[in-house]
């Protein structure tokens, strides 16, 4: 086969790729570039069929020198993006997997034939492969968000001193922060105000007074150790919005008192009852089990931001 006839037919091979009106352009440049650069790689002599094979493999593959022409599109998902996006949904959905397989085998047999694996099978052909609705739904939401980003365009919010000081994750905006404090004092007076609900407002409805009787034994040995941890975080609270900004050991201190505040609300909640009825008692445990997630979740984030920061250069 000829040298330009292998060049025709790898161009005709590219332009295939494109749209239409693409096609003589990038066709006409195309084989223009190969045959001088052909011609180049040649010198005095005549090119031949391998040389030619030889240039054609060094441009690429057909597809591969299409998109180097195919106009630019929007971006779904930033390659700085995709490994938060991918740990995002591999998380959601294995969380998923997880309560729904301890509610799959936790439940009441139903008959003779309801064994491990007929419910296993149940629980993948429905939440298990339900799950996915998760990464759908992220991808959804970055399709959006990547074609209102392409119409903003030149509109998009510049690149400003105040965007850059907010990269500062260790500072802090002090009104928020006051909110913060004030809405967690605001918890523990509703909690210690819940406990003394029959003593300082005994007109209420006795179901409600009822509800809200808390176990002797609760009170006696494992409620006191919070007011050490409240005292702990409020005191952290406070040097945290006097220096305006998270420290290193304000950061580790954090971590502490999470791992501390999981130790204590797993404890409150292995130890026996809270409140005296049984619907108030589940329902409480199942909030400061919420809460202990939420302690993790909080410790493993502080946790990479403590660790971050620039490593020394391999050598």
């Not at 441009?59 to 998109?67: H, L, N, Q, W, Y």
């Not at 007109?203 to 941890?229: H, Y």
Request: hydrophobic share 55%; charged share 15%.
């Amino acid at each position: 086969m000829k040298p330009d006839a292998l060049i025709q037919a790898y161009v005709a091979e590219v332009v295939r790729h494109l749209p239409r009106k693409q096609r003589a352009d990038v066709g006409f440049e195309l084989h223009s570039l190969l045959t001088e650069e052909l011609r180049g790689r040649a010198g005095d002599s005549e090119p031949d069929t391998e040389a030619t094979l030889e240039l054609l493999a060094s441009f690429g593959r057909p597809a591969e020198v299409a998109d180097r022409y195919r106009p630019t599109g929007f971006t779904i998902i930033r390659p700085a993006d995709a490994p938060r996006f991918a740990w995002v949904s591999l998380v959601g959905v294995g969380v998923q997997w997880v309560i729904t397989l301890i509610a799959t085998y936790t439940a009441p047999a139903t008959g003779a034939g309801d064994d491990w694996l007929s419910r296993l099978g149940t629980w993948w052909l429905s939440a298990g492969l339900g799950a996915f609705w998760w990464p759908g739904l992220l991808v959804s939401l970055s399709i959006v968000a990547a074609v209102i980003a392409a119409r903003r365009g030149a509109d998009a919010p510049e690149w400003t001193p105040r965007a850059a000081a907010m990269l500062d994750r260790d500072s802090i905006r002090r009104p928020l922060y006051v909110l913060a404090i004030a809405g967690a004092l605001v918890g523990i007076a509703a909690l210690v105000a819940a406990i003394n609900l029959a003593r300082w407002w005994p007109g209420l409805p006795q179901p409600l007074l009822d509800a809200f009787v808390i176990d002797e034994d609760f009170l006696a040995t494992r409620a006191p150790w919070a007011l050490v941890l409240w005292a702990a975080s409020l005191a952290s609270m406070i040097a945290v919005l006097v220096a305006g900004r998270w420290t290193r050991t304000t950061r580790l201190l954090g971590i502490v008192g999470d791992v501390l505040w999981v130790v204590l609300l797993t404890w409150w909640v292995a130890a026996g009852p809270i409140f005296v009825q049984p619907y108030a008692d589940s329902v409480t445990k199942g909030c400061l089990l919420l809460v202990a997630g939420l302690c993790v979740l909080d410790l493993v984030i502080t946790a990479r931001h403590v660790r971050q920061g620039i490593p020394e250069p391999a050598v």
